[in-house]
């Protein structure tokens, strides 16, 4: 079987590492990288050859262009994004990138924009009438003040565009909340911030890998180390048995 050459245009990211040595495993597979970070771990990897800088930041544009002058000299046959950011630019740019080599299936922007986005998330649940923890958008005018006392509590204050559980914080009483926004810069949570109803229980992953709609593989997870911060990632974990 020929040897399959992957690059990862988004070498920055933090799964980047672990994506690389997946695919070694199959010893079928070349893995370049392009990243916009000089030094990242999976640069010292022997798994990844060549590794690519290019100062590109957040620049789409910048990205793309160093994408076309790394293919032009390194033989790609996938274009492979590890993260969400990646994914996105990649989905906003498929046109572009599928000249320059084949690409996995990818999400249209928008659906990604609100997978990504816990207040678009939450009213897409509702609005499709799945089941989903009552959530309030932190406005921070009169008719939110006038929420905060009839709000289930506890309630979880979250950032609508984090992950990993960064931000979030537990109140237990309306006036806990409401001490706690007004303490704060009013330009930080208003619009980017919602309250959500605490649900207590266990916590259990569930990972998908999807086309269209259509579940092709799927793993249910449960923690077995907490994190290190109250609602991160969990540190270690064990996969439960589909029944």
């Not at 609005?127 to 008719?143: G, N």
């Not at 914080?169 to 919602?194: I, M, S, V």
Request: glycine share 6%; net charge positive; with cysteine.
């Amino acid at each position: 079987m020929p040897e399959l050459s992957v690059l990862i245009p988004d070498g920055e990211n933090e799964h980047t590492l672990w994506v690389a040595h997946s695919l070694a495993q199959s010893g079928q597979v070349k893995v370049s990288i392009l990243s916009s970070k000089r030094w990242t771990p999976v640069r010292f990897s022997r798994h990844c050859r060549p590794y690519e800088f290019r100062p590109t930041g957040t620049d789409r544009h910048a990205r793309l262009r160093a994408l076309t002058e790394v293919t032009r000299r390194i033989p790609v046959d996938v274009i492979l994004p590890v993260g969400e950011e990646g994914v996105l630019f990649a989905s906003v740019e498929r046109k572009a990138l599928s000249k320059l080599a084949a690409l996995p299936p990818l999400p249209d922007p928008d659906s990604l924009r609100t997978a990504r986005n816990k207040w678009l998330l939450n009213q897409f649940a509702r609005q499709h009438h799945l089941p989903a923890p009552e959530s309030v958008l932190v406005t921070l005018d009169e008719a939110f003040g006038q929420r905060i006392p009839t709000l289930q509590y506890p309630v979880l204050l979250k950032p609508t565009s984090m992950a990993d559980g960064q931000g979030i914080r537990r109140f237990d009483t309306p006036t806990d909340l409401r001490t706690f926004l007004r303490g704060q810069d009013t330009a930080l949570p208003k619009n980017r911030y919602l309250t959500q109803t605490y649900v207590s229980g266990s916590d259990l992953g569930l990972s998908v890998l999807c086309h269209n709609g259509d579940v092709l593989a799927f793993a249910i997870q449960r923690g077995i180390i907490s994190a290190a911060h109250r609602f991160g990632p969990l540190m270690a974990m064990e996969f439960i048995p589909a029944s």
